[in-house]
T-cell receptor
């Protein structure tokens, strides 16, 4: 059974600071996704990582994937209040499977 | 363009009743997914449709849950003999390329 663990689950950080969210998964996978969810809203796709060493950046967020370590990171640079949300990583279990297994999410609060 | 829509946005029912939740995917998306999200958790996969057929229903928790997509567009998730443990937000997503799942706003189901 595929397990996806995120840490930390809660993160309170000051504006302007940098931090990293970690996503570990338990079985081989070449596809990892990051989503953002604002309170009471649905999920917004942030990044799709498809291969070992993949790195993608959008604004103050950068995601990377190490398939050998079964680890993805979401790095936040110079945080701003608008980044406050819950961030989920999700993994496809393997070839031919289309379902996503999500982590529990990291609730990020950026404090002015 | 229009995103994934779900109706109703909220549904309150009594234990033992039958409910139907509807999902309208993005036009032209052949893949459709249902997930369930409990409070404080990541979404859990329920079922995946490719066209009209259920390609993977391994996430349906028991035979009280059933989903259809008769014309390859709109899908309905049906829950019989609802239980209090069924209370959650039910999310629908659609995809055209398997890389990105676009999520709808969800239906919040409350079973009293």
């Amino acid at each position: 059974e595929l397990k996806v663990e995120q840490n930390p689950l809660f993160l309170s950080m000051q504006e302007g600071k940098n931090y990293t969210i970690y996503c570990n998964y338990s079985t081989t996978s070449d596809r990892l996704y990051w989503y953002r969810q604002d309170p009471g809203k649905s999920l917004e796709s942030l990044f799709v990582l498809l291969s070992n060493g993949a790195v993608k950046q959008e604004g103050r967020l950068m995601a990377s994937l190490d398939t050998k370590a079964r680890l993805s990171t979401l790095h936040i640079t110079a945080a701003v209040h608008d980044l406050s949300a819950t961030y989920f990583c999700a993994v496809e279990p393997g070839a031919g499977s289309y379902q996503l297994t999500f982590g529990k999410g990291t609730k990020l609060s950026v404090i002015p | 363009g229009a995103g994934v829509s779900q109706t109703p946005s909220n549904k309150v029912t009594e234990k033992g009743k039958y409910v139907e939740l509807r999902c309208d995917p993005i036009s032209g998306h052949t893949a459709l997914y249902w997930y369930r999200q409990s409070l404080g958790q990541g979404p859990e996969f329920l079922i995946y449709f490719q066209g009209t057929g259920a390609a993977d229903d391994s996430g349906l928790p028991n035979d009280r849950f059933f989903a259809v997509r008769p014309e390859g567009s709109v899908s309905t998730l049906k829950i019989q003999r609802t239980e209090r443990g069924d209370s959650a937000v039910y999310l629908c997503a659609s995809s055209s390329d398997r890389l990105t799942q676009y999520f709808g706003p969800g239906t919040r189901l409350t079973v009293l």
